[in-house]
Structures are given as structure tokens and as C-alpha cells.
């Protein structure tokens, strides 16, 4: 009898303990960062995630800049944006490749407080298909022009943090950022490699009042999948369909949500949360809610990403199957 009462008064005592310790350890410390009349730049601001973060944000008051590469599709959102809320976006086109030209659109657009680094491309092919110059290309403009905005933003971010309030930097990855996908050994990369960068710049910054938040989303409805979908692997279809899709819109405002609430890992949709707790690993975490949820359900977690890797392996083995039967048919 005095056992089982132990046992019972264990087994409320000792997750009330870890979340206490969890309190007070979780690093760093939660904060919120106001978009209101703010200045927000986003980079692929003229399509799909961007132009509907764009929206969103003007809509909440805030100020608006973005950048992308075409004057055309820039002019187009900026007057889409100015017929649904009424308000002007600033826009500059440049190349995120290009250091200088990138370098003279942050100058223009004056002081950023909410740094939204969310341009990207992306081909799904497999690596023996692909040429090496694609390869490049998507690191280039992925991963290389991530660093070229970051490096021409945060000199001006730093300076204006004191009289401006906390400051935020944001970068879209992917779910392919988090798990290495069929067709994907570039994008992944390029979408691993902001991880990293993510991680050690949150280090090097908190100091200057600046917050790091990386985006997940899934499959998103936007001009630039409907591009990738002429030419995609069947089985990266197949895979990435494990994840669903959402809408431009919707992944828009769970970024900007995350980014508002200073997270620093935004998942985007339910598969998203389980990604996010089976990929912890060492990074940041401001909530020491989330924090008791990564530590209890991590076992749990690893089991059911086994069996996404056991359903994919098993795709992978069924197309290959299917491949050598059409091989074999007669003419
Ligand atoms: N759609 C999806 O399924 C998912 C997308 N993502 C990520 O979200 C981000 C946005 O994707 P999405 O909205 O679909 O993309 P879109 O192709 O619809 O839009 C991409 C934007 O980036 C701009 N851009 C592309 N290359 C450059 C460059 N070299 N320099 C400056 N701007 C550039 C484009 O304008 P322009 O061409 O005129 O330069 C455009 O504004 C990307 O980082 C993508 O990897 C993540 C998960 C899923
Ligand atoms: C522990 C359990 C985990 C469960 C969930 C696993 C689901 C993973 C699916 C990954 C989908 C990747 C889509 C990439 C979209 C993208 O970035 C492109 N459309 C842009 O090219």
C-alpha cells in the first residue's frame, strides 16, 4: 500500500521536478519581438512564403521592404500589396549573389529591425543527374546569398538595436532541412547548411539584442513548386507527400507568429512538431514547455521517425522493383 502510494506521488513529483528544471536552465531567455511599425525585410519578397509574409506584415502595421531579383515581379506584389491593405512597400531589386548590389538595397532601405532571409531555389534531381552547376546554383543562392544578406544587414541592426527594441533575424529553411530527402542532395544541403548558421549566429548576436528564428515549412503552394513539379522525381513526391502541403498564406503566419514569439526552430504544421522534437538535438530552445516536451517524447519520437525511414526505404525498394519489370518487359 505504502509502495503504491510512493509510486503515485512519484509519478507526479518527478515530472513537476524536470519542468522546474527545465525553468530554470532553458537558454536563452524568451522574448517578444513586435512587427508593428517595425521594418520588416524580406528577401523573395515577390512570390509564394515571401510576398504572403509581405501581406501579412503590412497588414499588421509594420513597414515593409522587399527584395528580389526581377523589377517586374516586384512591381506586380507591390501593387498587389497596395490593393488588399492599401499600404506601399518598398522594393529593390538585386541578386542575393551579388554582395555589393545586395549591400546598396540594405543601405537604401535604411535600418531593419526583422531580417526575413527567405529567397531560395530549388530542382529536385537525383545527384547523378544533376549538373555540378546546378549544385552550385542552389548553394549559391540558397546558402552563400543567406550569408551575403546577413553579412550587409547586421552592421545596421547592431548599430540600431538600442533605440529600436529587440531585433530578429529569420531564415526559411524546409522540412529537407531537417531530413535528407530523395532528389534533395542539394537543396538539403543548402537547407542543413542555414542550420548551422542559424545556431552559431544566435551565439554571436544575443548579445547585440538580436533573435534567430528558422522556419520549416512543408510542401507550400507557390509559383516557385509549381516550377519544381515539371520536374521532380517520383519518389520525391512520394516522400515529401508524408508531410502534406499547406498554402503560401498559412505558412506565413506561422513564420511570423514564430518570429514574433522569438522561437527559435518554427515548425509549420503537425509533422512539423514531431521534425522539430526528433531533430532537437542541440539547438536553442526559449519555451521550457516545449524543452519538457522535446526531453519526455524524444524516445517515443526516435521510434516513429524508424518507421517514416522503414515506410520511405520501402517506396524506395517498391520503385526500384517496379523500374526492373519494365526492364525486363519485351519491346
Ligand atoms: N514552396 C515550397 O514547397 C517550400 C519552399 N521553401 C522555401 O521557402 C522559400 C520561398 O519559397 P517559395 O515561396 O516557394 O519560392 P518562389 O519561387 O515562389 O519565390 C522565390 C522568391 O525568391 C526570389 N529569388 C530567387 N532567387 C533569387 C536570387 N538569386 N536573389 C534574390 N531573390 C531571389 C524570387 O524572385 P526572383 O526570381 O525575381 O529573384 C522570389 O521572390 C525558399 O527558400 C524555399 O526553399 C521551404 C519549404 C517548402
Ligand atoms: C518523427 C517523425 C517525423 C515525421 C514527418 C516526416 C515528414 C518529412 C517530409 C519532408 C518533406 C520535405 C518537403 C520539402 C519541401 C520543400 O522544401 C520543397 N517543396 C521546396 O523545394
Given at each position: 500500500m505504502a509502495d503504491s502510494n510512493l509510486f503515485c506521488i512519484s509519478l507526479i513529483l518527478l515530472p513537476l521536478i524536470l519542468l522546474f528544471l527545465l525553468f530554470l536552465i532553458t537558454r536563452p531567455r524568451p522574448i517578444q519581438i513586435p512587427i508593428k511599425k517595425r521594418h520588416i525585410f524580406i528577401t523573395g519578397g515577390s512570390s509564394g512564403i515571401g510576398l504572403a509574409l509581405a501581406h501579412r506584415a503590412a497588414s499588421e502595421g509594420a513597414r515593409v521592404s522587399i527584395l528580389s531579383r526581377s523589377i517586374d515581379k516586384l512591381e506586380e506584389a507591390k501593387n498587389a500589396i497596395r490593393q488588399s491593405t492599401g499600404i506601399d512597400v518598398a522594393i529593390f531589386a538585386a541578386d542575393v549573389r551579388d554582395f555589393e548590389a545586395v549591400q546598396r538595397a540594405v543601405d537604401e532601405a535604411g535600418p531593419i529591425d526583422v531580417l526575413v532571409v527567405n529567397q531560395?531555389?530549388?530542382?529536385?534531381?537525383?545527384?547523378?543527374?544533376?549538373?555540378?552547376?546546378?549544385?552550385?546554383?542552389?548553394?549559391?543562392?540558397?546558402?552563400?546569398?543567406?550569408?551575403?544578406?546577413?553579412?550587409?544587414a547586421l552592421p545596421g541592426m547592431k548599430r540600431s538595436r538600442k533605440d529600436r527594441g529587440p531585433g530578429s533575424i529569420a531564415l526559411m529553411s524546409s522540412q529537407a532541412g531537417q531530413v535528407g530527402i530523395y532528389g534533395y542532395t542539394a537543396y538539403s544541403a543548402s537547407k542543413f547548411g542555414l542550420r548551422g548558421l542559424a545556431e552559431a549566429l544566435q551565439q554571436e548576436v544575443i548579445g547585440d539584442n538580436i533573435h534567430v528564428s528558422l522556419v520549416f515549412p512543408?510542401?507550400?503552394?507557390?509559383?516557385?513548386?509549381?516550377?519544381?513539379?515539371?520536374?521532380?522525381?517520383?519518389?520525391?513526391?512520394?516522400?515529401?507527400?508524408?508531410?502534406?502541403?499547406?498554402?503560401?498564406?498559412?505558412?506565413?503566419?506561422?513564420?511570423?507568429?514564430?518570429?514574433?514569439?522569438?522561437?527559435?526552430?518554427?515548425?509549420?504544421?503537425?509533422?512539423?512538431?514531431?521534425?522539430?522534437?526528433?531533430?532537437?538535438?542541440?539547438?536553442p530552445q526559449r519555451s521550457y514547455l516545449m524543452a519538457f516536451v522535446e526531453v519526455v517524447a524524444a524516445g517515443i519520437v526516435r521510434i516513429a521517425a524508424l518507421c517514416f525511414q522503414w515506410n520511405w526505404y520501402g517506396s524506395i525498394e517498391k520503385w526500384h522493383m517496379q523500374k526492373n519489370r519494365k526492364h525486363q518487359m519485351p519491346p
Open positions: 531560395g531555389v530549388f530542382v529536385a534531381q537525383e545527384l547523378e543527374e544533376q549538373k555540378l552547376e546546378e549544385v552550385r546554383f542552389i548553394i549559391d543562392v540558397n546558402l552563400m546569398g543567406s550569408f551575403n544578406m546577413i553579412k550587409a512543408p510542401d507550400t503552394e507557390t509559383p516557385g513548386l509549381t516550377e519544381e513539379n515539371k520536374r521532380k522525381p517520383q519518389l520525391t513526391s512520394i516522400i515529401a507527400a508524408s508531410s502534406g502541403a499547406m498554402k503560401a498564406d498559412e505558412v506565413a503566419k506561422k513564420a511570423l507568429d514564430g518570429i514574433k514569439s522569438g522561437s527559435f526552430t518554427i515548425p509549420c504544421n503537425s509533422e512539423g512538431i514531431l521534425l522539430a522534437i526528433a531533430t532537437a538535438g542541440l539547438s
